[in-house]
C-alpha cells in the first residue's frame, strides 16, 4: 500500500532554515509528482509547489520562490523540502502529497515551530 | 495565479439536510481541473471529487461536484454526522495550484 512518512517535527529559529523529509513506499516513487502544502495553525491549506521525482524539475507557488527548494533521492525514494530565511508566520504543518487523479495520499504531517 | 472563494465561509445545517458549498475561481479552471477536499481536526484532507464531478475512490454517493469555467458546487446530499468538518476547493489546471480558504460546515 501507498505510503508517505515525514520527518519528525522541528523547532527552529527566525532566519534558520529547516528541511523535511517525505519517504514513499508501495509504487514507483519516480512516476508521480510530488507536492508540499502546508497549514498554519487554525488557517486553510496552502500549496507550497511540486517536483518530478523522475527528471528533479520544480514548479514553485509565487510566494515562496526563492525561499523554498524541493529535492528528490531516487535512491531511497524520499523527496525534501527546504524552507530557508524562517518567519514566525512560517509555523505550520507541512504535509507532502500525491496528489492527481482517483486517489490522493498524505503524508502525516510534519510540525515546524519559528520561535525564538 | 488563480484565486480560488469559497462561500459561505460557515454553514450551520442538521443531519439529513442537503448542504451546498460555491467556489468561484478568479479566471477558468483549463479542463475542469478543480477537487473538493475535506479534512477533519487533526487529519490531512481527503480527496472528495476530482475533475469537477468525478467522484475520488471509496466516496459515497451522497457526495457530488458540479460546475465549470469559473463556478463550481459541492453538494451533499444528506447529511450524515460525520460529513461536518472543513471543505476546500483546489484547481490544478496549471503547473500552480490554488486551495479556497475553506467552507467550514457545522452542527445546527
Known amino acids: 500500500q501507498v505510503q508517505l512518512v515525514q520527518s519528525g517535527a522541528e523547532v527552529k529559529k527566525p532566519g534558520a532554515s529547516v528541511k523535511v523529509s517525505c519517504k514513499a513506499s508501495?509504487?514507483?516513487?519516480?512516476?508521480?509528482?510530488m507536492h508540499w502544502v502546508r497549514q498554519a495553525p487554525g488557517q486553510g491549506l496552502e500549496w507550497m509547489g511540486r517536483?518530478?521525482?523522475?527528471?528533479?524539475?520544480?514548479n514553485y507557488a509565487q510566494k515562496f520562490q526563492g525561499r523554498v527548494t524541493m529535492t528528490r533521492d531516487t535512491s531511497i525514494s524520499t523527496a525534501y523540502m527546504e524552507l530557508s530565511s524562517l518567519r514566525s508566520d512560517d509555523t505550520a504543518v507541512y504535509y507532502c502529497?500525491?496528489?492527481?487523479?482517483?486517489?490522493?495520499?498524505w503524508g502525516q504531517g510534519t510540525l515546524v515551530t519559528v520561535s525564538s | 495565479e488563480i484565486v480560488l472563494t469559497q462561500s459561505p465561509g460557515t454553514l450551520s445545517l442538521s443531519p439529513g439536510e442537503r448542504a451546498t458549498l460555491s467556489c468561484r475561481a478568479s479566471?477558468?479552471?483549463?479542463?475542469?481541473?478543480l477537487a473538493w477536499y475535506q479534512q477533519k481536526p487533526g487529519q490531512a484532507p481527503r480527496l472528495l471529487i476530482y475533475?469537477?464531478?468525478s467522484r475520488a475512490t471509496g466516496i459515497p454517493d451522497r457526495f457530488s461536484g458540479s460546475g465549470s469555467g469559473t463556478d463550481f458546487t459541492l453538494t451533499i446530499s444528506r447529511l450524515e454526522p460525520e460529513d461536518f468538518a472543513v471543505y476546500y476547493c483546489?484547481?490544478?489546471?496549471?503547473?500552480?495550484?490554488?486551495f479556497g480558504q475553506g467552507t467550514k460546515l457545522e452542527i445546527k
Open positions: 483546489q484547481q490544478y489546471g496549471s503547473s500552480s495550484y490554488t
Open positions: 475533475g469537477a464531478s
Open positions: 517536483i518530478n521525482p523522475n527528471s528533479g524539475g520544480t
Open positions: 479566471q477558468s479552471v483549463s479542463s475542469n481541473y
Open positions: 502529497a500525491r496528489l492527481g487523479g482517483s486517489r490522493d495520499y
Open positions: 508501495g509504487y514507483t516513487f519516480t512516476g508521480y509528482y
